[in-house]
């Protein structure tokens, strides 16, 4: 399993903007995810990469808004949140997922199908 620690998180009013990162030891070969869980609700997809980096896919409540990203070089994946919501209070994690051939351009978008977490890191956008 690879190691992932998130960072960036914080206090910001509505309309700020943050950029999150997420830290991977090792290679980055793997599909890469953001999730996010607010208080009294289930974890929930973010923003997604393929392995391959060539695709992403977005949750429809941050389309527009936020933008996936990775530096290879650093093995850090990136999460740019702009035009921030109350509504997207919540507790970031970051997510990997080794994969194989077959699914090197698919975006996984299902807690289940992620191998490591990060511990997260928490963003309130106050209103």
């Known amino acids: 399993q690879v190691q992932l620690v998130e960072s960036g998180g914080g206090l910001v009013q509505a309309g700020d903007s943050l950029r999150l990162s997420c830290a991977a030891s090792g290679h980055t070969s793997y599909a890469m995810g953001w999730f996010r869980q607010a208080p009294g609700k289930e974890r929930e997809f973010v923003a997604g990469f393929s392995r391959s980096g060539s695709r992403t896919n977005y949750a429809d409540s941050v389309k527009g808004r936020f933008t996936i990203s990775r530096d290879d070089a650093k093995n850090t994946v990136y999460l740019q949140m702009n035009s921030l919501k109350p509504e997207d209070t919540a507790l970031y994690y970051c997510?990997?997922?080794?994969?194989?051939?077959?699914?090197?351009?698919?975006?996984?978008?299902?807690?289940?199908?992620?191998?490591?977490w990060g511990q997260g890191t928490q963003v309130t956008v106050s209103s």
């Open positions: 997510a990997a997922r080794r994969t194989g051939a077959l699914t090197i351009g698919v975006v996984h978008r299902q807690q289940y199908e992620y191998d490591s």
